[in-house]
C-alpha cells in the first residue's frame, strides 16, 4: 500500500515538473528554445569560418569548382577595375512594384586596362539595355541571395565578352557587384 501511494506521489511529481516550482518551469520552457537556437547560430558561424580560407574560396567551394589559390600581396597590381554606373530594373511581380539597385564593377588584367576601358566605354549602350532585359526577366527569388547574385555575375561576365569580343579572348575577368539592392 505504502509502494503504491509512493508510485501515485512520483506519478504527480512528473505531472507537476518534478517539484520545480511553476516559475521556474516557464523560465525554461522559455530560455530553452532561445539557447538551443544561440547554439546552433555559433556553430554555423565557427563551422564556416573554419572551412575556407577567403570568401573566393568559400564562394569557389559552394559553385562545386575547385578552389583558386590565396592571393598573393603583389598579385592585386595586376588586376584594374572600372564601376559601371548605377542600373535600377523592376521587376513585374503582381503583388507590388520591386526593383534591384545594382552596381557592377568590371574587373581586367592591369595590362588590357585601357583596351577593356574604351572597348567597355564604346559598347556602353548595348551593354546597359542587355543588362536590363536580362535582370528584368529574372523573377525575384531568382535574384535573391549570393548563389543567384553569383550566377547573375558569371552570366553578365560570359555575356559582355561575348559582346565585346565576339572571336577574341575574353578580356573581363570577372564582374563583382560594388551594389546590390532589392526593394
Known amino acids: 500500500m505504502a509502494e503504491q501511494e509512493t508510485n ?5 511529481k512528473k505531472q507537476s515538473g518534478g517539484g520545480l516550482p511553476r516559475k521556474v518551469r ?19 558561424y565557427i563551422v564556416s569560418g573554419l572551412g575556407a580560407a577567403s570568401p573566393q574560396q568559400a564562394d569557389a567551394a559552394l559553385q562545386g569548382q575547385e578552389p583558386a589559390e590565396p592571393e ?9 577595375y572600372k564601376p559601371l554606373e548605377d542600373l535600377s530594373v523592376n521587376f513585374d511581380t503582381p503583388e507590388r512594384l520591386r526593383y534591384l539597385s545594382v552596381i557592377f564593377v568590371i574587373k581586367m588584367r592591369s595590362e588590357d586596362k585601357d583596351i577593356v576601358a574604351k572597348a567597355v566605354d564604346d559598347h556602353m549602350p548595348e551593354l546597359r539595355s542587355w543588362l536590363n532585359l536580362y535582370l528584368s526577366d529574372q ?11 553569383n550566377r547573375i555575375r558569371r552570366r553578365v561576365q560570359d555575356k559582355f565578352n561575348e559582346m565585346i569580343w565576339p ?5 573581363i575577368s570577372e564582374v563583382l557587384c560594388e551594389r ?4
Not at 598573393?72 to 584594374?80: I, L, P, R, S, W
Open 8 to 12: 501515485e506521489q512520483a506519478a504527480e
Open 139 to 149: 523573377a525575384i527569388d531568382e535574384i535573391s541571395g549570393g548563389r543567384n547574385q
Open 167 to 171: 572571336d577574341a579572348r575574353p578580356m
Open 72 to 80: 598573393e600581396k603583389g598579385e592585386q597590381d595586376q588586376y584594374a
Open 180 to 183: 546590390w539592392i532589392i526593394q
Open 26 to 44: 516557464m523560465l525554461l520552457k522559455l530560455l530553452l528554445p532561445v539557447g538551443i537556437v544561440i547554439v546552433g547560430v555559433l556553430a554555423g
